[in-house]
């Protein structure tokens, strides 16, 4: 008895479907992007210095702790009023002599800090800590900075200082990039982000 022959798939269009599935899943699929905090770190020591003496009023105590309570000079404070309590920090200009501020325009109180360029921020967190709350902290204390450099900026050079990173950036900027980032770098001057971070408490 003849065998019959076993009937054949027809695959010779499989291989043009499986790649216009692979198409379509690159296109339609997201993929999630973890992002973080944007940190120059400092560079290395060479050599081990004593660190610099700096006086308690200017430093800016700032703490979260396990239950994401705010707390500022030990004094609890809304997530709302932080970014103000942080620039009129900044702003003070109590400074005398070699450490006066010049273009400060706070109350220079004289128990608050006394130039922005000597003046710190320091940032303590709890292990426990949310770190949701820990971003929103970070947040509202860079945008404290954000907020003097653009009106320093402003001042100098009659634009913000968001609109002269966006500028340093662009490719089609018409003007001196060589300029522009001495013109960044003296904003960064006047108002340089110190902002000290301690390690998260147990």
Partial sequence: MARRAAPEVNAGS?????FLLLIFFLVTTTIETD????RKLPPPIEDIIDPPIIKERNIFLVELNKNNDLLVEE???????LR????????????????????????RDPSSSDNPTIAVISLNNNR????????AVQNELVAAYTTLRNREAQRLFGKTFEQMEADFK????????????EDIK?????????LSEAEPKK
């Fill in 14 to 18: 499989m291989a043009d479907i499986a």
């Fill in 35 to 38: 992002t973080g905090i944007s």
């Fill in 75 to 81: 004094a609890p404070m809304e997530l709302k009023d």
């Fill in 84 to 107: 103000e309590a942080a620039i009129k920090f900044l702003d003070n200009g109590g400074g005398r002599g070699e450490d006066a501020c010049s273009y400060c325009q706070g109350d």
């Fill in 128 to 135: 426990e800590t949310n770190y949701c709350a820990y971003i």
């Fill in 170 to 181: 662009d490719v089609n900027y018409s003007g001196s990039k060589t300029k522009l980032k």
């Fill in 186 to 194: 003296k904003i960064q001057f006047l108002f340089p982000e110190k």
